[in-house]
């Protein structure tokens, strides 16, 4: 099958259990990165969606969110 490569307009899709404040719909902008006030912004443009979401989990590893 064809892999598929994130690229401008598309839009990467976040679920977060538990907390839907967190969770959203985030379009790859001009500069090939999706921000959210979850991840920070990220350069995603380019990437494979299983490398995103390894990416993705790295950033979500324990210690990242920390409460206030």
Known sequence: GET??????DIV???VFGD???SG?????PRGEIVS???GSL???GLTVDILGT?????????YLLSA
């Open 25 to 29: 719909a985030f379009p790859v902008e």
């Open 13 to 15: 899709l976040a679920n």
């Open 43 to 45: 350069k995603v443009a």
């Open 37 to 39: 006030h979850l991840l």
């Open 20 to 22: 839907e404040s967190l």
């Open 55 to 63: 990416k993705i989990k790295a950033r979500l590893k324990p210690g």
């Open 4 to 9: 598929l490569h994130m690229k401008l307009d």
